[in-house]
């Protein structure tokens, strides 16, 4: 495979990737604060506690957005790149079908440990401090 080609792809994928995690976790996030701090005006959190409670919320919403970003990354890159005529230009210098896939996963790839890390190591401990807190 040609190296620059796939330099280049990786980077657009990553690059997308990013982007729309970005998106998502700030639209997951203000979500999750807004609930939080309605909680908070009725009297059903203290305010002091606030910080505390989105902090440990933050393992669950990227749990959910993670999987989301690289999904939605991946599909409008390659759309992107097919749109302007790169798909079939990596395809001339010889990168197949079974090499962009390849390519456009690798980033999916590392993402996934972390993924498996926050779900099984993370989300649990957060878990369970912010059970702590709500018995507080």
Do not use: D, H, W
């Amino acid at each position: 495979m040609p190296k620059i080609i796939v330099l280049y792809i990786l980077k657009q994928v990553s690059k997308t990737i990013f982007v729309t995690f970005l998106i998502l976790f700030g639209i997951l996030f203000l979500n999750e604060s807004i609930q939080f701090l309605e909680k908070a005006s009725r009297g059903e959190l203290y305010p002091e506690l606030l910080i505390l409670v989105l902090a440990f919320s933050l393992p669950a919403i990227l749990e959910v957005a993670i999987p989301i970003s690289i999904f939605l990354g991946i599909l409008i890159s390659i759309y992107n790149l097919n749109k302007t005529n790169e798909i079939a230009f990596a395809y001339q210098v010889g990168l197949g079908l079974k090499g962009l896939i390849i390519t456009s996963s690798i980033p999916a790839f590392f993402l996934c440990f972390f993924v498996l890390f926050n779900s099984f190591y993370l989300v649990p401990i957060a878990n369970s401090k912010l059970s702590f807190l709500s018995e507080t």
